[in-house]
Nanobody, 126 residues
Framework: QLQLVESGGGLVQPGGSLRLSCAAS????????TAWFRQAPGKEREGVSC????????NYADSVKGRFTISRDNAKNTVYLQMNSLKPEDTAVYYC???????????????????WGQGTQVTVSS
């Protein structure tokens, strides 16, 4: 059974860091683009970042550029999102998603992704 499980969320103070993990089971991530999205209360879901199957292509929302880094470890069947210099406006439920294909140039647009995890809460507050 295909499953994506996010972990690593929690409560952190402004300026702090978290690393989110997205572990896949039931299939291998090796051949597919993967992305992170987030949704804050009362707001639409926002694409945060994406990475191609090889890791050769990454893309970031302007709001997180320079602070977040997406990476993947295909041997562990896991994609990561390192989040530094966190701000209160980063507070949201973060979801990982996998496309049923790869993209030479990935884009964190939700319609391009087919399988979704359940999400992990990130709260940035003092």
């Amino acid at each position: 059974q295909l499953q994506l499980v996010e972990s690593g969320g929690g409560l952190v103070q402004p300026g702090g860091s978290l690393r989110l993990s997205c572990a896949a089971s039931g299939f291998t991530l090796d051949y597919y683009a993967t992305a992170w999205f987030r949704q804050a209360p009362g707001k639409e879901r926002e694409g945060v970042s994406c990475i191609s199957s090889s890791g050769g292509s990454t893309n970031y929302a302007d709001s997180v550029k320079g602070r977040f880094t997406i990476s993947r470890d295909n041997a562990k069947n896991t994609v990561y999102l390192q989040m530094n210099s966190l701000k209160p406006e980063d507070t949201a439920v973060y979801y990982c998603a996998v496309a049923a294909r790869d993209y030479d140039v990935c884009s964190p647009v939700s319609s391009l992704y087919d399988y979704w995890g359940q999400g992990t809460q990130v709260t940035v507050s003092s």
